[in-house]
């Protein structure tokens, strides 16, 4: 009988490493991008090997508790919503990944004018998800809760938004001096950066809709 | 022959292991929490045991109404039960077991002359009306119970569905023993009075011939659970699904206390000790209490659109199947009696020197009747025995398989 088992044990802890390691990748991203913009190439390059490190823990854990809750029958009510959210985060700590790699592969020119533009912008977007892991973990212990943590993650996904808005702004009418090329590109990381935030809305919005389930 | 006679009675009991058995485990097995072959040979086992070790209580009852005195009689009244069942399920009106025995009962009395007890025949309808509201009753406390236990402790959702569904075995096994003890009776309670077997001694206990005769309405009813029931407990599994975890958890354990308390002459007593009136031994429609308790959580959690359509079906059918079962087992019987002259019963005042064939029948083959029992239980023993082994290794087979995939998987990522 499954409470006779350790089954429930492991997956429980299977799924705070989960978040565990979604957590602490937001912090080695946000560490990344400061030392890229401080041109510290070699602690940028250690960054980018942990959360490549955290994003492969990750995936093998992602598709252990998808295999666990399929072949213990856990959660069958609400397997399939669990396994999304699961994915939706995992999206998050790939989206991490792919950005630090694209800025690796194309060591994008940042004027040290918008160093603070894009230090603000990229600790917004990551608090948007740092608010999510707390939310997500309260789903299973406190899901009345939810909703209410998710506030954050909504705030600070639009003060992600208008930084953004702004830097692109600053970029495209203030900054004669770069040419169209230059410009195309530091939109293009703005983009990716903003993009962690857009995710983690994504999944607060799926977040939220499962814990007024779980609740009523 | 003298198992001939009890083939209706065997195919109610097959019926009855088919659906109202497929209540108990319905919602697990339909949400996947438990597998159909745990949940069946669980619900098999404890309906059995239920009904062997508690099953009397209802049947005496059942008995006072009307103590069917001729094998003849028992065995066209359990007939014509199955037939009600069969016909108003066929049309899909509401029916349950028990209300169609009772009106055989009622019947059969008619038809003999035999006089029916209206104490008990109002005992009886009184616990009809009682199982769903207690059942409703039973589940809003539960439910209750079980959100405080459930926010209070804040207890990881994981953990809380492994324990719901070790509860949802646990309440399963408990629902399908107080089942057994509960609805037996509907199944071989009119054949208690009119057979008289010898003591079947297995060893370690000694069954008597109610007992003898409420193990094979049990095996009957198992065979109804193990082949016919998954797809009813699919059906019913999809419509309780609409409910959460806890309230399908709740509603079965509502259900079995309910059945549980209706058929336990133990609590029954104990009652009376504390000077209260003591619980009758009815057997009482399982898909009825069931709706009560659903409509309980309904209630509690504020539905104002209670469907007074099902209300009005169980309503309907606290009248329709006694009266269309007992019009039916009055015209049955003329006809067994008439056609095939066929000892139907008498009634209780007329002699008891009367000879029939039947009752010579019984003399003949009450022996035989135990003993192919006792090579029943035999067979059914070893028969069981090979089956657990063989699932055991089966299972074995299937966690290594998986294993071995996951480990070549992991070796080609890497």
């Known amino acids: 009988m499954p409470v006779f088992t350790r089954t429930t044990k492991n997956l429980i802890l299977k799924i705070d490493e989960f978040f565990d390691d979604i957590d602490l990748g937001l912090l080695v991203f946000k560490e990344g991008i400061k030392s890229y913009l401080d041109k510290d190439m070699e602690a940028f390059r250690r960054h980018l090997q942990k959360v490549d490190q955290l994003e492969n823990n990750a995936d093998r854990l992602q598709r252990e508790i998808e295999n666990e809750m399929i072949m213990h029958s856990i959660l069958p009510q609400h397997r399939s919503e669990v396994s999304t959210l699961i994915d939706e985060l995992d999206e998050i700590i790939d989206a991490l990944k792919s950005s630090l790699n694209e800025i690796n592969i194309e060591m994008p020119d940042i004027p040290s004018s918008l160093n603070k533009n894009f230090i603000s912008i990229t600790e917004t977007s990551v608090n948007a998800a740092e608010e999510l892991i707390p939310a997500a973990r309260l789903y299973f212990k406190a899901p009345y809760t939810v909703r209410e943590r998710l506030l954050k993650v909504y705030y600070f996904e639009s003060e992600t938004d208008k930084l953004a808005f702004s830097a692109k702004r600053i970029i495209f009418q203030e900054m004669n001096e770069l040419d169209l090329a230059h410009k195309a590109h530091l939109r293009y990381i703005i983009h990716h950066i903003e993009n962690i935030s857009d995710l983690a809305q994504k999944a607060a919005d799926l977040l939220s809709g499962m814990a007024i389930k779980i609740v009523m | ?414």
């Open chain 2, 1 to 414: 022959m003298i198992l001939f006679f009890l083939t209706s009675g065997l195919f109610l009991g097959w019926s009855l292991g088919a659906n109202d058995a497929s209540h108990i485990f319905g919602s697990a097995v339909g949400s996947k929490m438990v597998s159909f072959r745990k949940a069946a040979i669980i619900a098999s086992v404890f309906f059995i045991l239920g009904a062997v070790i508690q099953g009397s209580g209802t049947s005496h009852t059942l008995d006072k109404l009307g103590s069917v005195n001729a094998i003849g009689g028992s065995f066209t009244l359990a007939f014509a039960a199955a037939i009600t069942i069969y016909m108003m399920t066929k049309f899909a009106l509401p029916i349950s077991t028990t209300q169609a025995i009772v009106g055989a009962i009622i019947g059969w009395n008619f038809f003999t002359g035999n006089h029916t007890d209206s104490k008990t025949l109002e005992r009886i309808v009184s616990a009809w009306i009682a199982g769903p509201v207690i059942g409703a009753a039973f589940a809003i406390l539960l439910y209750i119970t079980v959100k405080k236990f459930k926010r209070s402790t804040k207890i990881h959702l994981i953990r809380f569905e492994s324990y719901i569904k070790t509860g949802l075995i646990l309440v399963g096994a408990f629902g399908a023993y107080s089942l057994g003890a509960n609805n037996i009776a509907n199944v071989m309670g009119v054949f208690v009075p009119a057979f008289h077997l010898n003591d079947l001694n297995l060893w370690i206990i000694t069954l008597n011939s109610s007992q003898q005769l409420f193990l094979l309405g049990g095996l009957a009813c198992a065979t109804g659970i193990l082949t016919y029931s998954y797809k009813v407990m699919n059906t019913i599994g999809n419509n309780i699904l609409e409910l959460s975890s806890e309230a399908a958890l709740v509603v079965v354990l509502a259900q079995a206390l309910v059945l549980f308390i209706f058929s336990s002459t133990g609590l029954s007593n104990l009652f009376v000790k504390a000077g209260l009136p003591p619980i009758p031994m009815v057997p009482v429609s399982s898909s009825q209490v069931i709706v009560g308790c659903i409509l309980g959580i309904g209630l509690y959690k504020g539905a104002r659109n209670i469907n007074f359509k099902v209300l009005g079906e169980i309503g309907l059918a606290w009248i329709i199947s006694p009266v269309a079962s007992g019009l039916l087992t009055f015209l049955l019987l003329f006809f067994m009696k008439n056609v095939f002259g066929l000892n139907v019963g008498r009634a209780a005042n007329e002699s008891a020197a009367v000879t029939d064939q039947t009752s010579s029948l019984t003399a003949i083959g009450q022996a035989d009747a135990s003993n192919i029992i006792k090579y029943l239980l035999f067979g059914l023993f070893i028969f069981g025995t090979i089956g657990i082994i063989f699932y055991i290794l089966l299972e074995n087979k299937k966690k290594r398989e998986m294993q071995r995939s996951e480990e070549k998987f992991w070796k080609n990522m890497k």
